[in-house]
């Protein structure tokens, strides 16, 4: 009898924290297929991991990660919305679903997401980049750029942000200085940066 109790016993507790582990290894199992490109496959697991925990904020998360990758984007909307709400303190959900929005070109939308992230994580480049990006499509030069000088004072090698704000720049009247952040970029490794000078800063036409 004694040993029908210990046995009892254990598969009380050990219910709870195989339920625990068995969500997060088929949401692990849906990082590493997202990571491969296999967005559906990813979304799979990451189904499985919701239906065995329905609060697994970061599965929601995830998912809508795959789904942005197969440019489900108001689906992936949902998806990010409903971490948000399972777990307010998320920065990543935020910026996440800020980038679905712009997507679907919800710039307005997207800003708020990412100030949302900026205030629960002020140190975050990557919000400021995004958010100077949203300003960028709004044609909101200013705002933008201050975004950009942001993301740059937090993380000094961005290139990302220096190419961008050379862009903001240059499309605001700043062509010298404009041209200058996209040699910064060009320094720093910009793939294509060289190419952008010669047609913003020399007005030289593409081939």
């Given at each position: 009898m004694k040993i029908i109790f210990i046995l009892i016993l254990l598969i009380i507790y050990s219910v709870p924290q195989g339920f625990s582990q068995t969500a997060e290894s088929y949401s692990e199992m849906g990082v590493d297929k997202f990571l491969k490109g296999d967005y559906g496959g990813a979304i799979q697991?990451?189904?499985?991991?919701?239906?065995l925990n329905p609060k697994y904020a970061e599965a929601y998360e995830a998912r809508a990660g795959a789904k942005v990758g197969l440019r489900q984007y108001n689906e992936a909307i949902l998806d990010y919305s409903k971490a948000i709400e399972l777990k307010p303190s998320?920065?990543?959900?935020?910026?996440?679903?800020g980038k679905a929005k712009g997507a679907i070109k919800d710039?307005?939308?997207?800003?708020?997401?990412?100030?949302?992230?900026?205030?629960?994580?002020?140190?975050d480049?990557?919000?400021?980049?995004?958010?100077?990006?949203?300003k960028g499509n709004m044609s909101e030069y200013k705002g933008a750029i201050e975004d950009f000088n942001k993301a740059i004072q937090l993380k000094p090698k961005s290139v990302q942000a220096y190419y961008n704000r050379g862009v903001a720049k240059i499309l605001s009247g700043q062509k010298d200085s404009?041209?200058?952040?996209?040699?910064?970029?060009?320094?720093?490794?910009?793939?294509?940066?060289?190419?952008?000078?010669?047609?913003?800063?020399?007005?030289?036409p593409k081939k």
């Open positions: 697991d990451f189904n499985k991991a919701i239906e998320l920065p990543s959900a935020y910026i996440g679903r710039y307005t939308g997207a800003i708020q997401d990412y100030s949302k992230a900026i205030g629960l994580d002020p140190d480049s990557l919000a400021y980049l995004a958010r100077g990006l949203a404009g041209c200058s952040d996209l040699s910064r970029a060009s320094e720093l490794g910009y793939a294509e940066d060289n190419e952008d000078i010669k047609n913003l800063c020399t007005g030289s």
